[in-house]
């Protein structure tokens, strides 16, 4: 399993808009282990079972597109 640094762009949340407004979405670091990848989305999970090796909590799930990097880590297993 790997662990991993994944850098990648948030989607961008706003309740109003106005002409020349500053467009920018927020850039996020996600640390942890991927759990799962398909061909749109990776899932990365923060927290894993010591106990129960196969189970994970705090899963964040990005879509590939938004991904600018991912960085293996050492300590994966």
């Known amino acids: 399993m790997r662990l991993v640094v994944v850098v990648w762009t948030d989607a961008c949340l706003r309740s109003d808009w106005s002409i020349g407004a500053e467009f920018s979405c927020a850039v996020m670091t996600t ?41 293996d880590q050492k300590g994966g297993d």
């Open 31 to 71: 640390v942890g282990w991927l759990v799962a990848e398909d061909d749109d989305t990776i899932a990365v999970a923060a927290e894993k079972d010591t106990k129960n090796p196969t189970d994970f909590r705090g899963v964040t799930s990005i879509p590939k597109v938004n991904v600018l990097s991912i960085d």
